[in-house]
């Protein structure tokens, strides 16, 4: 009975892992540009804590020109609904930036 | 607390504090954003506004991506207001919008700090902590606010806003962090009316504070004593 239990659990902890394999691995396209403000492993895991942070000075500070932006992530990168969608579906993370942010770069600058 | 401010920046300074790789606590050379030195305000001269003339209203439309609706679900950062004495029987046009109030009630109010003056003295909303609750459109004596009811697509990048969240003049704050003035101001001059002024309260030399110095001017329900920051004249 406990070696069946220990088979079920095992079977549903291999399951998410397995269903990951549904969605299509992020393929990202190069970025326009030159190089990013920081190496692609510490945006990976750090823009979410660089944008809340220069969310909050810009907004209420009035610091426009600062080095982070997600205007500049899609000026560079190209629309939320390629590049950053790509990745926040295959982590199965819900953004909701673009509700009033605007998703696609701007035409002339 | 300027000691305090002082010795953070002087730890800023020399190389700021990692708290992960590649981002710090405080960032080494802090940009310069809204100073406190200033207050913007705006002065509207009625006897050249013109009846009929909407040129603010459809610059600030334009200039912040609103669609231009006047029904009580549509966004309405400025209004053009006709105005007629009774006993008189003078009639009067004005552009009405948010006062930017020095002691403003939406700020008051509001029960996650999602209004907030800045420094410099622009009211706002911070769309990130508005809950859409919609205390701050009550309490403004102005009616100055809108919320947005309904999903919006394709928004200005330099002006985010979308359902969910109350909104109001900025004072065209994305234009004024460049350096210029708002999109109302501008078409008024180009229409070659001259009746908004845009400038710095604080600043005696400032042409608003001229002309204010020259011909009065008066804030509108003075009475409630909010030191408002959109000022009119010949009311």
Not at chain 2, 50 to 61: F, I, M, P
Not at chain 2, 78 to 107: D, F, N, W, Y
Not at chain 2, 177 to 193: F, I, L, N, Q, S
């Amino acid at each position: 009975m406990r070696l069946l239990a220990a088979l079920a659990l095992v079977a549903t902890l291999a399951l998410p892992a397995g269903a990951g394999a549904g969605v299509d691995k992020p393929v990202l396209a190069p970025a326009k540009g030159g190089k990013c403000i920081a190496p692609p492993e510490v945006m990976r895991r750090e823009h979410p804590d660089m944008l809340r942070h220069q969310r909050t000075v810009t907004v209420h500070e009035g610091v426009r020109d600062a080095k982070v932006s997600l205007e500049g992530c899609i000026d560079c990168h190209g629309p939320a609904r390629e590049f950053c969608a790509q990745c926040h579906r295959y982590a199965g993370v819900h953004i909701d930036c673009f509700q009033c942010h605007a998703s696609r770069p701007a035409e002339k600058r | 607390m300027n000691g305090r401010r002082a010795f953070l920046g002087t730890a800023a300074a020399l190389g700021g504090v990692a708290i992960a790789p590649g981002l710090l606590l405080f960032e080494p050379a802090r940009a310069k954003g809204a100073s406190s030195k200033v207050r913007w305000g705006m002065l509207v001269d009625t006897t050249r506004c013109a009846e009929g003339c909407t040129a603010c209203v459809s610059a600030c439309n334009k200039e912040n991506g609103l669609s231009g609706g006047t029904g009580p679900d549509d966004s309405q950062w400025i209004r053009k207001i006709e105005l007629k004495e009774k006993t008189t029987g003078r009639t009067l046009s004005l552009p009405m919008m948010c006062q930017h109030c020095a002691e403003p009630p939406c700020v008051d109010v509001c029960p996650t700090g999602a209004s907030f003056k800045r420094a410099d003295g622009i009211v706002l909303v911070d769309r990130h902590l508005c809950i859409g609750c919609r205390y701050c459109m009550m309490a403004c004596p102005y009616k100055a606010r809108s919320f947005v009811h309904e999903p919006l697509h394709d928004q200005k990048p330099d002006v985010p806003r979308g359902q969910g969240c109350v909104e109001s003049c900025t004072l065209c704050v994305q234009r004024v962090d460049r350096g210029e003035g708002p999109a109302c101001v501008e078409a008024c001059k180009t229409e070659g009316r001259e009746a908004l002024l845009f400038g710095d309260l604080n600043d005696p030399n400032s042409a608003v504070s001229k002309r204010m110095r020259e011909r009065g001017a008066k804030q509108i329900r003075a009475d409630l004593q909010l030191d408002t920051g959109v000022r009119y004249q010949g009311i």
